[in-house]
Structure formats: C-alpha cells, structure tokens
C-alpha cells in the first residue's frame, strides 16, 4: 500500500538478532541517532518487537524524539495520522494489560512453587557441609573476611550465615 507521507529512507538497518530481545544493538544504534522529524519504516511489526509492551516502548521512543513510525505491512501504525496515534494508543493499554498478565502469572507461579516445597531463588554459594564450617570458624572467633576469603565468598554472606544460625539457635 502505497502511503505518500513514508519517503525513502536514507539509512538500513537491519538485525540478525530476534525481534524478542528489545535491547538488539542495530535497534539501540537506531534510536540513538533518531533526530525530530525523521521516520522509522519497518516492513512488519513483529519484526520490531513480539511483545505489546516492548513494541509500544519502543514507538513511544521514537514519538517521544518527535519522529514518526510506520509498517508497510500495517498501515494503520502511521504515526502521522489521527488513527495511527489513536491505535497506538490503544495499543498501549494492550501493553499495559500483557504487562499486568505477565506480573500476575509470574507472582502465581511463584506462590506455587513455594506452597510445593521448591526453593525460590538463585542457588547457594556454599554448601550444607561449608555453612556449618563457617558458623564453626565463626565461633571460634575468626574475622569475617579471613572466612570469606577462605570459602571465596563476600564478608556479608559470612555474616548473613554466622547471623542466621545464632538466631536459630536462640
């Protein structure tokens, strides 16, 4: 479709990097050099971004430069038109929606694996047999930093184990 307002550009860009990760580096330089009045011309969108929220951040991006956005392949994305803007605006209360979706299912899987018995978080530094090495050294008076340099471990995991294992045992 032909839209008289979408002029050739002067600049490619073009990534190799999936349209999942918004932080490509063809698309970062993109944005970067983006100036007022300028337009941005993709040939679909789900090549830009696969998520509403990221697609919407990164429109909002370009409309914050003062620069347009359009697709070949949906025309209605013209951000020179009344329409274009008002279905973006539409588009970002999708984003906002997804964005909620995304908390709402991540916090229940959570709760989830929690009510199941599963360990949340990233795994421990050290082991069983070497937390009970360092509340040992620990009470035998050894500075936290000589037990951390030790295990290789910061001094405030030390004092974290050291600290938890005295309020257990009181």
């Given at each position: 479709?032909?839209?008289?307002?979408?002029?050739?550009?002067?600049?490619?860009?073009?990534?190799?990097?999936?349209?999942?990760d918004?932080?490509?580096a063809?698309?970062?330089?993109?944005?970067?050099n983006?100036?007022e009045?300028?337009?941005?011309?993709?040939?679909?969108?789900?090549?830009?971004?696969?998520?509403?929220?990221?697609?919407?951040?990164?429109?909002?991006?370009?409309?914050?430069?003062?620069?347009?956005?359009?697709?070949?392949?949906?025309?209605?994305?013209?951000?020179?038109?009344?329409t274009?803007?008002?279905?973006?605006a539409?588009?970002?209360?999708?984003?906002d929606?997804?964005?909620?979706?995304?908390?709402?299912?991540?916090?229940?899987?959570?709760?989830?694996a929690?009510a199941?018995?599963?360990?949340?978080?990233?795994?421990?530094?050290?082991?069983?047999?070497?937390?009970?090495?360092?509340?040992?050294?620990?009470?035998?008076?050894?500075?936290?930093?000589?037990?951390?340099?030790?295990?290789?471990?910061?001094?405030?995991?030390?004092?974290?184990?050291?600290?938890?294992?005295?309020?257990?045992?009181?």
């Amino acid at each position: 479709m032909y839209n008289p307002s979408v002029r050739f550009p002067r600049r490619i860009y073009r990534e190799k990097a999936s349209g999942a990760d918004a932080n490509r580096a063809e698309l970062q330089k993109l944005i970067g050099n983006l100036k007022e009045g300028q337009s941005i011309v993709v040939t679909r969108l789900d090549r830009l971004a696969r998520s509403t929220f990221d697609l919407f951040a990164i429109v909002k991006n370009i409309t914050e430069k003062k620069a347009q956005f359009y697709s070949l392949a949906e025309p209605w994305t013209d951000t020179t038109t009344s329409t274009g803007r008002l279905m973006l605006a539409v588009l970002g209360g999708l984003a906002d929606v997804e964005r909620d979706l995304i908390r709402t299912r991540t916090s229940e899987g959570r709760a989830r694996a929690i009510a199941q018995g599963k360990k949340t978080g990233r795994p421990s530094l050290v082991t069983p047999s070497q937390r009970l090495e360092i509340i040992k050294k620990r009470k035998n008076g050894e500075k936290l930093e000589q037990i951390a340099k030790a295990f290789g471990i910061n001094s405030g995991t030390v004092s974290r184990i050291a600290s938890q294992a005295l309020k257990h045992n009181s």
